[in-house]
């Protein structure tokens, strides 16, 4: 088909790469939906919050029912105030900052970008715009890493830790959510078929193989420890003066 694709880069990256875009333009393309996070958050400021206030007030007065059991009234005020805030306060994507591209940082990258576009003369002065942007970004990570560090001794936790190691490691939070698998010749796309696919594989390779050998002294065993006593006996539960009997015995 003539023209069925179109291409151009995007330069406007912060990367000294340019990311080549394409367009396919026809019926038999299409992109898999994936599901996103909830990352709209309601506005905290340019809200009238005295209409806000009005209408909720309007609403219990002329729909709050206090005869209706607790959950009824409960999903009723949840309503309400939703309603409300669609209305009057209303929501907002929060822009994604980068802590580790800072004004210098950018106007470094701009630099760089501009003597790109004319590098067939200005090789040697964009080798060395790299270069400084190489650098400004490894002392910024290096600063945020130590300021990082000393938060943690107020807040330690670790799930933010390793986002934070990710980041500065310049990972994504989650991989391409289009990944496709290719298994025994067939593609794979849905996200539930590619873990049936993983568990499969790895129940393949944990499945547990005793040969006759193994089976005769687990045979031996069973019956070392049913000589010894009741059964009930030997596998009771651990109790705290065992544990700590056992620990100052170690540690001794």
């Known amino acids: 088909m003539e023209n069925a694709i179109e291409w151009n880069t995007i330069n406007e990256l912060g990367s000294d790469h340019i990311p080549i875009v394409f367009e396919i333009k026809n019926e038999k393309t299409k992109t898999i939906p994936t599901e996103k996070r909830a990352s709209m958050r309601w506005k905290r400021k340019k809200v009238d919050w005295s209409a806000f206030e009005a209408e909720v007030e309007d609403k219990l007065d002329g729909t709050y029912r206090r005869k209706d059991n607790l959950h009824r009234r409960v999903a009723n005020f949840n309503k309400i105030l939703t309603n409300a805030g669609w209305t009057h306060v209303g929501k907002t994507q929060p822009r994604k900052k980068d ?83 290719l298994h025994n010749g067939k593609l794979i796309t849905s996200s539930k078929k590619k873990a049936d696919l993983f568990m499969n594989h790895y129940a393949k390779v944990s499945t547990l193989h005793l040969s006759e050998e193994d089976r005769k002294k687990e045979r031996e065993l069973k019956t070392l420890i049913k000589k010894q006593g009741p059964e009930e006996e030997l596998c009771k539960d651990l109790d705290i003066q065992e544990l700590k009997k056992s620990y100052k015995e170690h540690e001794s």
Do not use: H, Y
């Open 99 to 181: 802590p580790i591209l800072n004004p210098d940082i950018r106007s470094a990258i701009k630099r760089r970008n501009n003597l790109r576009k004319n590098i067939s003369n200005k090789r040697k002065e964009w080798i060395e715009a790299c270069q400084e942007v190489n650098l400004k970004i490894a002392e910024a990570k290096e600063k945020s890493w130590i300021e990082f560090l000393d938060e943690l001794e107020d807040d330690p936790d670790t799930a933010k830790v390793w986002r934070t190691i990710r980041s500065l490691s310049g990972n994504p939070d989650n991989p391409g959510p289009n990944e496709a698998l």
